[in-house]
């Protein structure tokens, strides 16, 4: 049962440009998002977050938008640069048990 | 160390085998976790410590699974009679406390059982 799930494994991007990286999940208790970016043969780190009470926090070139009645939440990179190319995965957690992983989306961005 | 310390990097054992793997958490951080990244996968959730509560262990896939954490600090995950399908990277992390969610990850032990 997956309850967090990323449908794209691999998304392209020119360097500039806005990436967009999605996320659905089927639990309604979660109340907590996380984003992660893992490198090759390094662990995953924390990127960004955002509670249920919110729909949207930026921090930096990075905004995270949470729509509840959808049960989707998106990452959004502006502008992407090489840099950021890497898996990122979304996770979710319910009153601060343990984070659900989805399956990760590959970022490339491209010169 | 600053961050979460993980060892063996690297693990390559024969079918049958008992391995162990070592987690040194965060100094001070409360909750540690284990997760495994199997090829092509994402982050399959395996055995969650908070304090000195019971352990969450929902997600360890069969009893050769087990782990301990001895003094509130160093875990250690035991794989009895290692299979192949044990082949993974396995992740440990730590946090402050339960409610952040963020968590801080080691490198992984990347473990290949032939």
């Known amino acids: 049962d997956q309850q967090v799930k990323q449908n794209s494994p691999s998304l392209s991007v020119q360097e500039g440009r806005i990436s967009i990286l999605n996320c659905d999940y089927t639990?309604?208790?979660?109340?907590?998002f996380l984003w992660y970016k893992k490198y090759p043969a390094e662990g995953p780190t924390f990127l960004i977050s955002?509670?249920?009470?919110?729909d949207k926090n930026e921090d930096g070139r990075f905004t995270v938008f949470l729509n509840k009645s959808a049960k989707h939440l998106s990452l959004h990179i502006v502008p992407s640069q090489p840099g950021d190319s890497a898996v990122y995965f979304c996770?979710?957690?319910?009153?601060?048990?343990?984070?659900?992983f989805g399956t990760g989306t590959q970022l490339k961005v491209e010169l | 160390g600053a961050g979460v310390s993980q060892s063996p990097s690297n693990k390559v054992t024969e079918k049958g085998k008992d391995v162990e793997l070592r987690c040194d958490p965060i100094?001070?951080?409360?909750?540690l976790y284990w997760y495994r990244q199997s090829l092509g996968q994402g982050l399959e959730f395996l055995i969650y410590?908070?304090?000195?509560?019971?352990?969450?262990k929902s997600g360890l896939p069969s009893d050769r699974f087990s782990a301990e954490r001895t003094g509130g600090s160093v875990s250690t995950l035991t794989i009895q009679r290692t299979q192949q399908e044990d082949s993974a990277v396995y992740l440990c992390?730590?946090?402050?406390?339960?409610?952040?969610?963020?968590?801080?990850f080691g490198e992984g032990s990347r473990l290949t059982v032939l």
């Open positions: 992390a730590s946090s402050l406390h339960r409610n952040t969610g963020e968590l801080f």
């Open positions: 639990n309604s208790m979660f109340d907590y």
């Open positions: 955002i509670s249920s009470i919110k």
């Open positions: 996770a979710a957690s319910s009153r601060g048990n343990k984070l659900t």
């Open positions: 100094s001070g951080h409360t909750a």
């Open positions: 410590f908070q304090g000195n509560s019971a352990p969450d």
